[in-house]
Every structure is written in structure tokens, then in C-alpha cells.
């Protein structure tokens, strides 16, 4: 084997020389496809020009972390030792896009090159079109998401009504029916039925009292965000440190969803990370509300997954704000929402 | 009377039981879903089965159609369908496989014992009933759009409402203190105008004003 990997070396220089001299064709082919006027398919430009016609585009999205394709959908880059090679093009040291290609053309790498350094500028403006594709389609989705999420929002509403304060109301109607039905022939027997009537009507008011809660809690209606940061960590189930600086009153919308995340952070907290102590601190700055919660426990939350944490993040981003998780293994989980005010 | 309650939540069966036995009837039995339920009825035969619209596992529209299958299985058996909601079409699809020992009732209209028994008593002597909720709704719908209701008085108006909700002419006659005699005249009139089909049967002239109403749907 290894004599006969020696004896082909005079063939491999020979077919690297060959290679060179076609790069050179195909490279200069390349530019002037690239820089004429009319419209090139990027792709195939550059599969025709590698001799791949299997090579697959995929651009970099900064903000994502990822990789899209042309049309925005996410790909994932092939793994090393499997049946496709990735290779990333640079430009002043951010990627731009990978080459998705035979692992063969890998050895070829001078054309490889040559073709990336060519393409350089094309691949820049069609990678951010994808850019913009990408978050087309990510708008889309959370769009999307906000509507199922207020839909659910709805369904729970609604049977929550329906199986607890309605039928606890009727119940007491046909309560006050018996009660009425007996006043005339045995007064006695009234006073067991209205009693029953009260308590169940004091149970309905409960629920109804406990659901609006749910939905938006008063203390947030009356007394604006600081109050009810305030008032939901006082109720947390593990011990919250509070450092609250934020104006009597912040938009309604910017309440209710710094509201809704610190809520929900400090329920996730409760529920997974085994912390023992949590601190949420509220600031306004700049007209951003800066919302970060952080807890002591056990880290290692998804940051990006979990439906919960999207749901978080799709509220914050539909009024201009952005989210953030960070959560190293065995260092606490910090989660951080800016929401602008304007 | 011999009668059983369907419904998931305990205290509705439990006070529906309890109004139900005050008003003088048998409860023979209690059901939690309608799988429960037809075996009930198949062992009691009552004269009425009182069945929740809502019920497990769906939580849709399950005593609705427990209500039809009971219908075709045991027609002997009556139904009254209870719902939270005004909904007419479920009303309508109810009367469609036949308006005889039949009802649909909102559930709010239960604390009215009288009333309750009387709607139960109608439908197990073989009537119907309608909640006037549920006709409203139907009248409503129907005037929206040029249609002969239009040429209808105010009185042939309640007449026919009364009538949509399952009354005999006695019934409407003391609702609305006139004589059964001038019942009778309006409800003559009432067909002409409307075009239907002249009934002296209860049944079928419920159905026939019901799917007049329902006809705009």
C-alpha cells in the first residue's frame, strides 16, 4: 500500500499542476460571471466554478448564531467525518457563508480559496439578503406563536369560567330555587340551603377574584410596575431580593410584559433550578426598562428552547426589546429583558 | 315522573337531584359523562334524562350527541339538553331528529323550579320545550334579513315565539291572558303569513316554525 501511494507521487504533482491551471480558468470564469450585469445564480455560479454540483450555500447570521440558507430556513452545518465538508468564508474575520460541498474538493483547497476570495463581496450582499429573509421568517413564527399563545391564553380563561365560577353560580341559583320552594312549607329547612348558597357564593367570588388575578393583577393596574415587582416577590416561593428603581409609571404595555417576565423567571426559578435565593432588580435607563432576574442555583437552563422562554423572548421582541439567558452549569441562571419605553 | 341527571360537575348533578326530588320527581339515577349515561338510561328506561351539553372526555359538545343517540336507541325516553350557551344551532340539530319529548334549556333557567318542572313534565308527557333565550336568538337572526316575520304584529310575534319554545295553545293563551280561541286565530294567520303548512299537531308545528326560523342560518 505504502509503495504504491510513493509510486503515484510524480502523478499527483502532475495533477496538482493540472488542477492549478484549471483553478485559474475557473476562478477568472468566475469573476467575470460575478461582476457582469446580468443576474447569477450564486450557487451554481459557484458550483460550475468548483466542479460541485452538489455544493449547498448556507450564510451567516450574527445575531442568531447561525447558519440560513438563501431563502432564510436554518441549516445546520455537516459534521466533520461525515458524507458532506463545510467551508467557511471570511471576511475581515466575521463569516460571511459556508461552502457546503463534496469532501473530495476539499483537497483542492487552492481553488476552494481562490473561488471564496473571488465570491467575497457577491456572498456578502446575498448573505444579507438571506439575513433579512431569516428574520422575515423569524417575525413570521413569533407572530404566529403570539397568536397561539394568546389563543391558549383564551381557552384557559374560558374553561376555567366554565367549570369553576359558572357552574358554582348556577349552583347557587338552584340553591336559592330549593330555598324559595321550601320557604313556604318548611321554613326550617330553608336556613341549611342559604348558608350552602352564601358559601358557594363565597367560593365563586374567590375563583373570579383569583382568574382575574391570573389575567392582570390589580396591584399592576393600580399601582404600576415597581408595586407589583414588589408585591409578586413578597408571594415567590423562594426568597427574593428586590432592587427596584423604575418611575411611578411605565407604558402599559412595558408594565405588563416586565410583569410577565419577572413572574415567569422567578416561577422557573422556584420550579427548576434549586436556587436558594433569587434577585430581581428593575431599572429604567434611557427609556429602557432593564429587567434581569438571577438565581443562585444550579444553571444549566436551556437559553434558547423551552417554550417558556420563547414565549418570553416573542413578547419582549413585538415591543422592540430583546431577552437574554444566561445560565453556565452550577452558576445560577440570569435571565435579562430590555424592553424600550417609546 | 322517573327521571336522570347527567353532568360531570357534582354539584350540579347533586343540586339538579336534589330541585329535581323537591319538585316531585324520581331520580333513578346519577351519570358523570355520556357513557355513563346511556348505560343508565339503558338500565332505568326513564321518562327524562336531564344531560349536560358539556361532558369528559371532550368537553365539546358530548350531551348533545349522547342526547341523539339516546333519541334513535330509546325514543321513548325524553331529553332535556342543558347548556351554559345560547346556541341555537345545537337546538335546531336537537329538534331536527324529531320535536317530540324533547328540549333545550339554558342552565341558568334551572333555579327556577317551577319552571324546571314543567319543562321536565312537558318533554316526558311527550312535548317540547325551547329556551326563550334560544327562540330569541332564532327571531333575532331571522328579522336581520327581508323575510315575512316583517309582516308579523308584535302579538303574532309572541305567539310565535311561545310557540317555537314548545307551548300549546292553552299555555299561550294563559301567558298572554287571551282566549285559546284567539290563539288559534293568530296562529292561523301566523302560517298564512309565513307560508307553512297548516298542523293541529304540536309537534309538527313546532318543527315547522323552528325550521322556518332556522332557515336564515
Known amino acids: 500500500m505504502r509503495e504504491l501511494v510513493f509510486a503515484s507521487i510524480p502523478v499527483a504533482v502532475l495533477a496538482a499542476l493540472l488542477q492549478r491551471r484549471l483553478a485559474r480558468g475557473a476562478v477568472a470564469g468566475l469573476v467575470v460571471e460575478l461582476e457582469g450585469v446580468a443576474p447569477v445564480d450564486l450557487r451554481e455560479a459557484l458550483a460550475r466554478a468548483l466542479g460541485d454540483p452538489s455544493l449547498e450555500l448556507a450564510y451567516w447570521v450574527p445575531a442568531g448564531a447561525r447558519y440560513v440558507d438563501a431563502g432564510g430556513q436554518p441549516v445546520a452545518l455537516p459534521q466533520p467525518e461525515s458524507e458532506r465538508a463545510a467551508t467557511v468564508v471570511e471576511r475581515e474575520g466575521e463569516p460571511i457563508a459556508a461552502l457546503i460541498h463534496d469532501p473530495a474538493l476539499a483537497e483542492n483547497s487552492e481553488l476552494v480559496q481562490s473561488v471564496c476570495a473571488a465570491a467575497a463581496l457577491t456572498l456578502e450582499n446575498a448573505r444579507l439578503q438571506a439575513e433579512l429573509r431569516a428574520r422575515l421568517a423569524e417575525l413570521q413564527a413569533s407572530r404566529a406563536r403570539l397568536v397561539e399563545a394568546t389563543d391558549t391564553e383564551r381557552r384557559r380563561i374560558e374553561r376555567d369560567l366554565h367549570d369553576g365560577t359558572q357552574q358554582r353560580l348556577v349552583s347557587i341559583a338552584m340553591a336559592l330555587g330549593l330555598a324559595e320552594s321550601k320557604l313556604a312549607a318548611d321554613r326550617a329547612a330553608v336556613q341549611p340551603v342559604l348558608r350552602e348558597a352564601r358559601d358557594a357564593l363565597t367560593v365563586a367570588l374567590a375563583e373570579l377574584r383569583e382568574l382575574t388575578q391570573g389575567i392582570r393583577p390589580a396591584i399592576l393596574v393600580e399601582r404600576g410596575l415597581a408595586a407589583a415587582l414588589d408585591d409578586l416577590s413578597r408571594r415567590a416561593a423562594l426568597p427574593v431580593r428586590l432592587d427596584v428603581d423604575v418611575p411611578g409609571r411605565l407604558p402599559e404595555q412595558v408594565e405588563s410584559a416586565g410583569y410577565f417576565v419577572a413572574s415567569e423567571a422567578l416561577a422557573n426559578a422556584a420550579k427548576h433550578s434549586h436556587a436558594s435565593e433569587v434577585r430581581l432588580v428593575a431599572s429604567h435607563e434611557d427609556g429602557v426598562l432593564v429587567l434581569e432576574v438571577a438565581d443562585d442555583g444550579i444553571g444549566g437552563a436551556s437559553t434558547s428552547g423551552g417554550s417558556g422562554v420563547r414565549g418570553l423572548a416573542d413578547r419582549v421582541e413585538a415591543l422592540g426589546g430583546r431577552l437574554t439567558v444566561s445560565s453556565p452549569p452550577g452558576r445560577g441562571t440570569t435571565l435579562r429583558a430590555e424592553i424600550p419605553c417609546a | ?217
Not at chain 2, 180 to 200: C, D, M, W, Y
Open chain 2, 1 to 217: 315522573m322517573r327521571v336522570v341527571v347527567a353532568n360531570d360537575a357534582v354539584i350540579l348533578r347533586e343540586g339538579l337531584s336534589r330541585l329535581l326530588a323537591e319538585g316531585g320527581f324520581d331520580v333513578v339515577g346519577l351519570a358523570a359523562d355520556a357513557e355513563e349515561l346511556c348505560a343508565l338510561v339503558e338500565r332505568t328506561e326513564p321518562d327524562v334524562a336531564i344531560v349536560d351539553i358539556r361532558m369528559p372526555p371532550t368537553h365539546t359538545d358530548e350531551g348533545l350527541r349522547a342526547a341523539k343517540l339516546i333519541r334513535a336507541r330509546w325514543p321513548h325516553v325524553g331529553i332535556l339538553v342543558l347548556s351554559q350557551y345560547v346556541q341555537a344551532r345545537y337546538a335546531v340539530e336537537l329538534l331536527a331528529a324529531g320535536t317530540e319529548r324533547v328540549g333545550y334549556m339554558l342552565k341558568d333557567r334551572v333555579s327556577d323550579l317551577d319552571e324546571l318542572s314543567a319543562s321536565v313534565r312537558r318533554i316526558g308527557e311527550g312535548g317540547s320545550v325551547l329556551d326563550p333565550a334560544v327562540v330569541a336568538q332564532l327571531v333575532g337572526q331571522r328579522r336581520k334579513g327581508d323575510t315575512p316575520l316583517e309582516d308579523l304584529t308584535e302579538r303574532e310575534l309572541e305567539v310565535l315565539a311561545l310557540m317555537a319554545e314548545g307551548r300549546s295553545n292553552r299555555a299561550i293563551a294563559e301567558r298572554l291572558f287571551i282566549t285559546e280561541h284567539t290563539v288559534e286565530k293568530h296562529v292561523k294567520n301566523i302560517f298564512a303569513t309565513l307560508r307553512l303548512p297548516q298542523s293541529g299537531d304540536d309537534h309538527r308545528r313546532v318543527l315547522a316554525v323552528v325550521t322556518f326560523l332556522n332557515a336564515s342560518y
